[in-house]
């Protein structure tokens, strides 16, 4: 029987891998040297998703920091840097991810981190190139339009055009946005997804429960599930 569901489209921070603890680390480590922090879930809930440079600027703003966007991003990837081999996968993503190999079911990667990042925490990860192949798009691909970043539908748009050209070189038909599942974590990541016209799987943090209740009411009507983790994903529902 063919899947209800065509095609997965996966965010990776917070999603498949454990990432969004090392930023709040990493984050926390920061702040501690202008004297605040902690980095606390009422601010992180604001940053979860959105491109870099937005996030960095909110930080920025909310904590009144004495430095430019430059130098924070300077910082904060020095000290990310000698966290990200502490990446790896979250409950039920990697055991997702196979079955839906197993079952030639066509996979791609969105993330908001930028190459550099991205190489970073997954170098020690081969089942991330493994599984994705070439369908790997980051927040610094030139095919999305400069300022289109999550919540904007656009990174799911050239996630699964790399995965029609190959269909169409296989003389396979072309998949549509609402034949989509996209798997997120962060509520800009789940807002984009739903722009684009797919059916999404929202997989909140735990501790990010008290802060999403007002979205969570808002977007009630729309296509979308809510899970405490990937274990929990009932497969025959989709695919």
């Not at 904060?76 to 030639?104: C, R, T, V």
């Not at 927040?139 to 300022?147: E, V, Y």
């Amino acid at each position: 029987m063919a899947p209800k569901y065509k095609a997965c489209l996966f965010d990776m921070d917070g999603t498949l891998l454990n990432t969004e603890d090392i930023y709040t680390e990493a984050f926390t480590d920061l702040l501690a040297e202008f004297g605040k922090g902690p980095l606390t879930w009422d601010i992180k809930i604001q940053l979860q998703g959105l491109p870099g440079p937005h996030a960095n600027q909110l930080m920025i703003q909310h904590y009144d920091l004495p430095i430019s966007s430059e130098e924070f991003l300077e910082k904060a990837m020095a000290i990310q840097e000698k966290k990200w081999h502490k990446s790896g996968f979250l409950p039920g993503a990697l055991e997702l991810l196979k079955y839906l190999k197993e079952n030639d079911i066509p996979v791609a990667l969105g993330t908001s981190s930028n190459m550099i990042n991205f190489q970073r925490k997954t170098g020690h990860i081969p089942e991330i190139s493994e599984v994705f192949g070439d369908h790997i798009v980051t927040g610094d691909d030139a095919r999305i339009p400069r300022g289109k970043g999550k919540p904007n539908p656009h990174i799911w748009y050239v996630c699964l055009e790399g995965i029609n050209k190959e269909r169409e070189s296989k003389g396979l038909d072309t998949i549509k946005p609402e034949e989509c599942l996209v798997f997120e974590d962060g509520i800009p990541g789940v807002r984009s997804g739903l722009a684009a016209g797919a059916h999404v799987i929202w997989i909140p943090h735990n501790d990010a429960h008290p802060y999403i209740e007002p979205v969570k009411q808002e977007l009630s009507d729309h296509k979308i599930e809510i899970i405490n983790s990937l274990t929990d994903l009932d497969k025959s529902k989709y695919l």
